[in-house]
């Protein structure tokens, strides 16, 4: 009798991960490899518990299937999850194997044969739906070995959730965000970073700007009127209130994460495909897709400081045949803060139809509603170079009462492909959002203790439409492989305000000063500002069209070519009053301006081995055109950007784990700053080079641990003074810390217990254009628990997060003028969500 079935090594990693039974023998031979014998365990295995048994599944059923090529044990699960069949193999067998991808309508034998296609792995049906994989080479010894043999416990794959574990969970090896094609992020020369959900959900990261500073390297919050929009600074630049959404740009508000997918950062420019692009970089939503198997979710989070979150999601076919899918996604909030009066209270409504009458079209079609009615923390001022030694939790604004928001987005996509090679993409996106303002803004400090405020009052009405059509295919040219796009887009954004109240520069004494030492509330007499005229107006309009192509090269497999460029067409106009407050004014006001450009694209990418990509890149961008508010309504000069980049990536452990390092070199000519003579203005100052190195690592370091590590060296300044602003040549940027670094990981104890530590670490950063004060740098310590319990089944994950353990007092950045934003002290997350 043999009595080989694996060996030690893999028994010990089977058992840690409760694969194998505790005390299952695990007997070498040297006659057979660890595949055979592999292979041979799971064929006694079968011929002893089920012998002679044949296969009762209708084996004529169709089922859809959209699986990329790779890791064959994802791949097993996805057709596990699409098939509600159980597929048992030893774990051994499938490791650092490639699958083949499946797309479209086939039946369960088809769809595993494409699969299997390639491998050494044949498979038989053991039971009703029930399928056992094994290797091709143990085949021809099945029939001389005994049944009373030692056997092994087999693993047995069946569908998951969207919660289970996944082997790339952390790491993401394909994002289409930088080229709008479904390329390998090994193949492309751009940094590309991205924040899967899995992350997000072992950090509760409730705000997307947890999720990005904590995750991706050289990315920081920027503050802007009292965190009212959601914008970021990438490479030292600001994203300027736009981020996209599923490729489609969305002016400026709040994202809720309730329906997020993941998170893509391109990092430098990225006109070329999507136009009106801050030359830093952008930031990308992708979020949910209907899903082919029911899928139903409910969590509830509390912390401290009265936080509150409840969501909900539901996602599954509609029809029986499965081409129509739905998915709901709602979240409810009542965040409270460790500032008296500042709290965010949310509802927001997400639902979702997919559509996918055969393999060749698709549609999605999605609705979101948010209501949002918050109170506003502007955080505390600066004196002198340093923020005002006052408590981290000072309030300065006035009481319980803030601005209102509602906004509804309709978006739309469909893609059909001709044949195999050739596809059209068309999406469209339009957001209706209103705010009713009030707020006690910050001014100036008059003296040492008391600090200028003025109101800000009245509604502002901001519509978006964008759209894009694309044409990507592929084809074979004298030995190379081209992959091309050829597009076209459009986006306009509007913005009308009248009836304003915004006295910040015309010398209104409505709303009294506050002592920031000795802070007292319910000063304004809000009928006195009622009866008081109104000062501001504004009209605003830009639009944008553009045309771009692409082409990605490869030769002889280790080559990959990026070239395109982009024309592009931006209008902007604006007029306002800012004395009077006369919306008829602020048209008659109104002027706009054309700019044109070309911007283009180059990048190279050489792979000597496998898991090392050389890559390098140049391109320009057209970023904003000549948008901004200037106090007196003149116009600015278009924003223009340039970068050269170099670097490497890597994969490991079956691209499990991924690296990339990168060093850049990017200047911003027309750059705008902040007017220190009329706050919530901008003036022109002049062209500003930032140049440094990042470092980004994410993945599976072995099947226990996960792992998230980043470092950003960041020197960013101003190089030429071609504007209005002094005092501005030499310095650096505001907001941009020199170092900036983040560690985080998760280690999988037992299959139901997980826990996980990590920090972030900031350098000094400047407070304004001018440096004249600065940010003391900070350390922050983070740490989660979380434990499973299946219940029949459904699964209940109750975890913990405490932020800021050490309960270390900091602040987390500044809004380019006087204002310092506080961090947030020791808090407590804590959550429980049942799935189904």
């Known amino acids: 009798m043999i009595d080989t079935v694996i060996s030690a090594d893999d028994a010990s990693a089977m058992r840690n991960r409760g694969q194998l039974p505790a005390g299952e023998p695990a007997i070498n031979s040297p006659f057979l490899t660890g595949k055979q014998a592999a292979g041979l365990a799971l064929m006694l295995t079968l011929c002893h518990a089920v012998p002679g048994q044949s296969a009762e599944h209708d084996k004529n059923k169709v089922f859809r299937f959209d699986i990329p090529a790779g890791n064959m044990a994802s791949a097993l699960t996805a057709f596990s999850e699409a098939t509600d069949m159980q597929l048992s193999y030893p774990s051994v067998l499938v490791r650092d194997v490639k699958s083949e991808a499946v797309s479209g309508h086939y039946t369960a034998d088809q769809a595993l044969q494409k699969l299997l296609a390639g491998s050494d792995l044949t498979y038989r049906h053991t039971g009703n739906d029930v399928i056992a994989l094994a290797a091709k080479e143990s085949d021809s010894l099945q029939q001389s070995l005994p049944t009373a043999a030692t056997?092994?416990?087999?693993?047995?794959?069946?569908?998951?959730?969207?919660?289970?574990?996944?082997?790339?969970?952390?790491?993401?090896?394909n994002a289409t965000t930088a080229t709008k094609m479904d390329i390998p992020i090994m193949d492309t020369p751009v940094n590309i970073q991205v924040v899967p959900k899995a992350i997000m959900d072992d950090q509760q990261d409730i705000k997307i700007e947890d999720a990005l500073t904590k995750n991706v390297s050289g990315v920081q919050r920027a503050y802007a009127f009292g965190d009212l929009y959601e914008e970021f600074t990438i490479r030292g630049f600001s994203t300027k209130h736009?981020?996209?959404?599923?490729?489609?740009?969305?002016?400026?508000?709040?994202?809720?994460?309730?329906?997020?997918?993941?998170?893509?950062?391109?990092?430098?420019?990225?006109?070329?495909?999507?136009?009106?692009?801050?030359?830093g970089g952008m930031v990308n939503i992708v979020t949910k897709k209907a899903l082919d198997k029911p899928y139903y979710a409910l969590q509830q989070q509390f912390g401290n400081y009265d936080q509150y979150r409840t969501t909900a999601e539901a996602t599954g076919p509609i029809d029986e045949s499965g081409t129509l899918k739905y998915r709901l996604d709602l979240a409810y909030q009542d965040l409270g803060s460790f500032k008296r009066f500042v709290n965010d209270e949310r509802v927001f409504i997400a639902p979702t139809l997919r559509w996918t009458p055969n393999d060749r079209f698709e549609a999605n079609f999605e609705l979101e509603y948010k209501f949002e009615d918050r109170v506003n923390d502007f955080g505390i001022p600066a004196i002198g170079n340093r923020p005002a030694p006052v408590p981290l939790n000072t309030f300065l604004g006035d009481g319980a009462k803030g601005p209102k928001m509602n906004s509804v987005v309709v978006a739309f996509d469909w893609a059909f492909k001709l044949n195999d090679d050739w596809q059209i993409k068309n999406r469209f996106l339009h957001e209706d959002w209103d705010i009713d303002y009030f707020d006690a803004q910050p001014n100036f400090m008059i003296n040492d203790r008391e600090l200028a405020r003025f109101a800000v009052t009245g509604q502002a009405f901001h519509e978006t439409y964008a759209t894009n059509l694309d044409l990507l295919g592929k084809f074979d040219l004298y030995g190379t492989e081209h992959n091309v796009l050829v597009g076209g887009d459009y986006s306009r954004r509007s913005r009308e305000a009248g009836?304003?109240?915004?006295?910040c520069c015309n010398g209104s004494t409505t709303v009294p000063p506050i002592d920031i030492f000795n802070p007292r509330y319910g000063l304004i007499d809000h009928a006195v500002l009622n009866a008081s005229p109104f000062d501001y107006a504004i009209k605003q309009k830009e639009e944008w069209f553009g045309i771009y192509f692409q082409d990605h090269i490869t030769l002889w497999e280790k080559l990959h070519i990026l070239g395109g460029g982009r024309y592009d067409w931006a209008t902007f106009g604006q007029g306002s009053d800012p004395v009077n407050g006369s919306f008829a004014q602020a048209t008659a006001n109104y002027t706009d301006q054309e700019n044109q450009k070309f911007s283009p694209r180059v990048g190279i990418v050489y792979q000597?081995?496998?898991?090392l990509s050389l890559y390098g890149n140049w391109t320009e961008s057209l970023g904003s055109a000549n948008t901004g508010t200037a106090f007196g309504n003149q116009q600015f000069k278009p924003e223009i950007g340039e970068q050269f980049e170099g670097g490497f990536k890597t994969e490991f452990f079956d691209q499990r784990l991924s690296s990339t390092v990168a060093y850049y070199y990017l200047t911003k000519d027309n750059l705008k700053v902040p007017d220190p003579e009329h706050r919530g203005f901008q003036i022109e100052a002049g062209t500003a080079r930032s140049q440094g190195i990042e470092v980004d690592v994410k993945g599976q370091v072995t099947e226990q641990f996960d792992l998230v590590a980043t470092y950003a060296f960041t020197d960013a300044r101003m190089i030429e003074n071609g504007g209005n602003a002094n005092g501005v040549l030499g310095k650096r940027l505001a907001n941009v810390p020199e170092h900036q670094a983040s560690l985080w990981g998760t280690y999988q104890f037992t299959p139901q217990f997980r826990a996980g530590v990590g920090g972030v670490v900031v350098g000094e950063r400047e407070g304004n254009a001018?440096?004249?004060?600065?940010?003391?740098?900070?350390?922050r310590m983070d740490m989660m628990a979380a434990y499973v319990q299946p219940i029949g089944k459904t699964r209940l994950t109750t975890q913990l997060n405490i932020n800021n353990v050490l309960d270390k007092g900091y602040y987390a950045g500044t809004d380019g003028f006087t204002q310092v934003v506080t961090g947030?002290?020791?808090?407590v997350m804590g959550s429980l969500r049942l799935e189904y």
Do not use: C, H
Request: glycine share 6%.
């Open 770 to 779: 001018q440096n004249t004060y600065q940010l003391p740098g900070y350390v």
């Open 499 to 503: 009836d304003n109240r915004f006295s």
């Open 151 to 173: 056997t092994l416990t087999a693993v047995t794959v069946v569908g998951k959730t969207e919660a289970d574990e996944d082997p790339m969970a952390y790491n993401v090896p």
């Open 242 to 279: 736009s981020i996209y959404r599923n490729g489609l740009r969305r002016y400026t508000n709040f994202f809720d994460p309730a329906n997020i997918e993941q998170l893509e950062v391109v990092k430098g420019p990225a006109a070329v495909l999507y136009g009106q692009i801050q030359p």
């Open 608 to 611: 000597p081995v496998d898991w």
């Open 824 to 827: 947030n002290p020791l808090s």
